[in-house]
């Protein structure tokens, strides 16, 4: 395989809508959706009232590419072996001590080493992007709840009131009935909550159609509010620049399901039409499967095996599927790619102009979680925190294997030539190569 990727050599260019296409303003978006799932527990469920107030310090506990075990409310993050390097009980961190005593130095018991994926989906759940994060916090709040009100519990069944809350608030009618706490704030007042894309990327989008590439817009919102968020961070003529549009795509079900499974359906004023038995012209469509989408884009470019690379902010619904079950390209949008240590740049402004921001926030959901640490290398428990220590997290892992690339923001790569050469991921190259701009860690084990 080249040790080089470029867009000018893909047919098809296909995006992800939600933080990576649309960026969301992480500091009030999060908020947003902790509340909408604490007030359904509260009012609907029956919880303590106290999961209503969150302070700026409890957001440090969220970061990616942490695993919930649904049975014993413990989360933990893994290295890239499988081991454990950190955990904790509800927001309580376990000591070294407690975490050599639970986990050793042996593989998490969900963890497969042949694919180094994790087993039994419906033990555990992975927090790998912005929506989700927020009902990390949720969930160890809620554990720190029921351990309050009952000091030796050790199990749990709360996971089946989460997700009566994301069925209340996000079911495919919610936008439309303006259901729960999350769309009614949203179309409420949407500057607060979105970014508009930044012209050059609107510059670059129109760069790609010129150039002759195939767009794609595949995304698991809605068709409703996919448009609200396209028409704001794009512009009301957003559908002009795609040629195929999903909605309701399901992911990772899309790539993962075959046609009979999951066909796609015709949209008439955002309500579902009838299954059809293939895809037959560009347009918008709900749910679907790659395989049919593939079938058309082999026509839509005359080529009997078109290259299609697709940007997603989610391993889990984005970019492990696309690569591993229809052998795309990926392009990773990780905004913790900005720094670890805070704002990116361009975000930076005086003071007095923040006006809603200048109440005190939490910590911004893509930093550095000092409960946590980084997301993309730890040490190992017990030892001194020196270079022989540090391994890679689970997470860098899965990245390097199934991603082409990684970047930022879409933005980093708008201005650059269709015809840049990244260096991309492989298996015969650093594990830091196909990070854009190129990542240097402390301590890199690519360059003991």
Not at 122 to 139: E, I, M, R, S, V
Request: glycine share 6%; proline share 6%; hydrophobic share 35%.
């Amino acid at each position: 395989m080249t040790q080089h990727f470029s867009l000018a050599a893909c047919d098809v260019v296909g995006f992800d809508l939600d933080h990576t296409l649309c960026r969301y303003n992480l500091p009030e978006s999060a908020p947003l959706i902790y509340n909408s799932f604490a007030q359904f527990l509260v009012k609907e469920k029956g919880y303590d009232k106290e999961l209503l107030t969150v302070t700026p310090e409890d957001w440090d506990f969220c970061c990616k590419g942490l695993a919930l075990d649904l049975e014993d409310g413990t989360f933990i993050k893994l290295a890239d072996n499988g081991t454990v390097l950190r955990a904790s009980r509800g927001t309580k961190m376990m000591t070294p001590d407690v975490l050599a005593k639970e986990y050793g130095a042996k593989e998490w018991k969900y963890f497969v080493s042949d694919t180094g994926m994790p087993s039994h989906p419906g033990k555990y759940y992975f927090y790998d992007n912005y929506f989700d994060l927020p009902g990390a916090l949720l969930c160890a709040r809620v554990v720190d709840s029921l351990i309050k009100q009952n000091s030796g519990q050790k199990t749990f069944d709360f996971w089946k009131d989460i997700v009566a809350g994301i069925q209340h608030n996000f079911k495919m009618s919610a936008f439309k009935e303006n259901c729960g706490l999350y769309f009614p704030e949203i179309k409420r007042d949407p500057g607060r909550y979105l970014h508009s894309c930044p012209e050059s990327v609107r510059k670059w989008l129109q760069q790609l159609k010129n150039a002759g590439k195939v767009l794609l817009l595949i995304t698991s919102s809605h068709s409703d509010y996919c448009r609200l968020l396209c028409e704001y961070a794009l512009g009301a003529d957003f559908a002009d620049l795609f040629d195929i549009v999903i909605t309701n795509a399901l992911k990772p079900g899309f790539f993962s399901h075959s046609p009979s499974q999951r066909p796609f359906h015709a949209l008439k004023d955002d309500e579902e039409q009838e299954a059809l038995p293939s895809l037959d012209k560009p347009g918008w469509y709900s749910q679907g499967n790659a395989v049919h989408l593939y079938e058309l884009l082999k026509k839509m470019t005359g080529k009997p095996q078109p290259k299609v690379v697709y940007f997603g902010d989610s391993m889990h619904s984005d970019i492990f599927p696309a690569s591993h079950y229809s052998n795309w390209e990926t392009v990773l949008i990780l905004e913790e790619l900005r720094g670890e240590e805070g704002e990116k740049p361009e975000e930076a402004e005086p003071r007095e102009k923040r006006g809603k921001y200048e109440e005190p926030k939490g910590k911004p959901l893509n930093t550095l979680s000092r409960k946590w640490g980084s997301f993309f290398i730890d040490s190992v428990a017990e030892q001194e925190n020196t270079e022989d220590s540090l391994v890679y997290t689970w997470s860098s892992n899965k990245i390097s294997t199934y991603s082409t690339i990684a970047i930022p923001s879409i933005e980093a790569i708008a201005e650059l030539p269709l015809d840049y050469k990244f260096a991309r991921f492989s298996s015969n190259s650093s594990k830091t190569a196909g990070y854009y701009p190129l990542v240097h860690y402390t301590n890199d084990t690519d360059n003991k």
